[in-house]
């Protein structure tokens, strides 16, 4: 096997797998082979695969970078990236967590001076939208590819936001950064697909009960301190006076990744007193009639979900997929279905979904998603 640098992997097609592309938004025709490549999209395949672990390739040379790295996401991220056989990683917070350490890892302060150094070559970013606007943009610069979780750029034009089941094939059209979207688009957007597939959408309702985690770590910490009597539900995100920010995100977002920019889409978010565990009661009309046991069956095959008759949150912590359920008619509209959703905001509803987009720019196999619309 020949030695290929890390910085190959992201310069040039080199090692990258096979994927069959049979989304109906991907590139060509459906069923056409691909060999993909982060920068160029579809590349001739020219060399053999690093090393795989399951159905990822693993170079151990990948130098990657996650900043935020002292926060709950931040901490997620770098838990998975160990489990999955990572291990050339760099540790970034703000000034304050700069030189505490995370078991083996010292924490450098995240500077645009230190990340745009040019010695990374996929950096995570869990921190806020203003810090990412400009830490960001020196890293691209200097040919670090960036998976972003603020919302600093997720409706940018131009900017992938990605969900690797529902539209991966987007990310490989970035031009430095791809956007990982909000907590709750995510799940939401896994569930809708294949359902739009199937009977396409009219319209979407959807009410969310997000756990305090999606706050940060300090509203878990004041959730803790709390006396059990004095939890609330809460609406802490920005208001402008008809709706608050986090249910335009979730409507703008689910749109774009959907690639349905007209679609009726209205929410509701509430903070509910639980640590982890994002749910979110879901009511679609379709255009074409669904039975609940159709959508039962198309949910249950669908890559990323879990069918259960009545999911929970407790249930999604820790877990990796989301969890779908409660499938029923709605009567209230024609062709109207019912259903509920729970997901780990701090796994697929951040971590997890952001690198399983750098699997996909470094090689690694989708999560199949294509495959499974066959």
């Known amino acids: 096997m020949r030695e290929i640098s890390a910085s190959s992997l992201l310069n040039r097609s080199t090692v990258f797998p096979t994927v069959r592309v049979l989304n109906r938004r991907a590139f060509g025709s459906a069923g ?71 078991g083996d890892f010292e924490i450098e302060e995240a500077t645009a001076v230190g990340l745009g150094a040019g010695d990374l070559d996929i950096c995570f970013f869990s921190i806020g939208t203003q810090w990412s606007r400009e830490l960001v943009p020196p890293a691209v610069a200097a040919g670090v590819v960036c998976v972003d979780k603020s919302a600093a750029f997720r409706l940018q034009e131009g900017v992938p936001l990605v969900v690797p089941e529902v539209n991966g094939e987007r990310a490989l059209e970035h031009t430095g950064i791809v956007a990982n979207p909000n907590c709750c ?37 004041d959730l803790r301190a709390e006396d059990v009597d004095d939890h609330q539900l809460r609406m802490d995100w920005e208001f402008d006076g008809v709706e608050f920010d986090e249910e335009a995100k979730l409507r703008d977002e689910t ?51 879990r069918f259960q008759k009545v999911p929970a949150p407790a249930h999604a912590v820790g877990a990796d997929e989301v969890f779908v359920g409660r499938v029923r008619a709605d009567s ?19 971590a997890l979904n952001a690198i399983q987009i750098a699997e996909l720019l470094v090689g690694a196999s989708l999560p199949s998603y294509f495959g499974a619309r066959a």
């Open 32 to 102: 056409s082979v691909f060999f993909l490549g982060p920068f160029f999209g579809p590349q001739p395949y020219t060399g053999d695969h690093v090393g795989n672990v399951g159905n990822r390739v693993i170079d151990p040379g990948l130098r990657i970078g996650v900043v935020g790295a002292s926060g709950a996401v931040g901490r997620i991220t770098l838990q998975l990236l160990l489990d999955r056989g990572y291990t050339n990683i760099r540790t970034f917070a703000s000034w304050r967590s700069a030189g505490e350490r995370l």
């Open 332 to 350: 209230a509209v024609e062709n109207g279905l019912a259903l509920f959703v729970v997901c780990d905001n701090l796994r697929k509803g951040a």
């Open 255 to 305: 749109r774009k990744i959907l690639e349905l920019p007209e679609l009726p889409l209205s929410a509701t978010c509430v903070r509910v007193p639980v640590v982890i565990g994002h749910a979110e009661a879901i009511w679609i009309e379709t255009n074409e009639r669904l039975t609940p046991t159709k959508a039962e069956s198309i949910l249950a095959a669908a890559p990323g979900l």
């Open 185 to 221: 688009a995510i799940p939401l957007s896994m569930v809708l697909a294949p359902l739009h597939d199937a009977a396409g959408l009219r319209s979407v309702r959807v009410a969310t009960y997000q756990s305090v985690s999606g706050a940060g770590t300090d509203a878990v910490q």
